[in-house]
């Protein structure tokens, strides 16, 4: 079984997160996951991998930046635990063995009769179902559905009450 680590380079700007995520890649076996905005001007690139690729890409991150201006700082997390990879990831890592729960929207049933055709409407959305789903499930849903109402962007730092109502909205109409 191959130890996974994780790779974490704080940069400012967009051009040091760039120039730290390729130098990283092109040094060693890692995936890119993400380049974060920490907070106006900050970055956060990580990487995963095999420990030994993980701590080598680092090394050569730091050496080869660790003079220029917009260098922070760099950390490796070696043998991640699940638990840590969780409170990182909403989204399961790509290669990684993780349970997914798939939520099944109900299609509407059409019931036809000899005179007249008739649509019989069922809840696309249940209240008590999506009270009961995480924030990450119910923004997943939200991206999904194009009357939504919200932006990708609304819907990126939406509250569960937010996500709820405009869902129910949805289904209003």
């Not at 690139?45 to 890409?57: E, L, T």
């Amino acid at each position: 079984m191959t130890q996974k680590a994780l790779g974490l380079i704080e940069v400012e700007g967009f051009l040091g997160a760039v120039v730290a995520a390729d130098l990283a890649l092109k040094t060693a076996d890692v995936r890119l996951i993400q380049a974060e905005t920490v907070k106006a001007g900050l970055k956060n690139v990580q990487i995963m991998g095999d420990v030994g690729a993980v701590k080598a890409a680092i090394e050569t991150v730091k050496s080869e930046l660790g003079q220029e201006p917009y260098f922070i700082s760099s950390h490796v997390i070696a043998r991640m635990d699940s638990q840590t990879e969780q409170l990182l990831f909403s989204h399961p890592v790509e290669g990684q063995d993780v349970e997914e729960e798939t939520v099944v929207l109900e299609e509407t049933p059409i019931a036809v009769t000899e005179h007249e055709e008739t649509q019989q409407r069922v809840p696309k959305y249940e209240r008590l179902k999506l009270e009961g789903m995480t924030v990450v499930k119910l923004r997943s849903l939200a991206y999904q559905e194009p009357a939504i109402g919200l932006t990708k962007k609304e819907i990126k730092f939406a509250h569960k009450a937010i996500l709820l109502e405009a869902l129910e909205k949805i289904e209003k109409e």
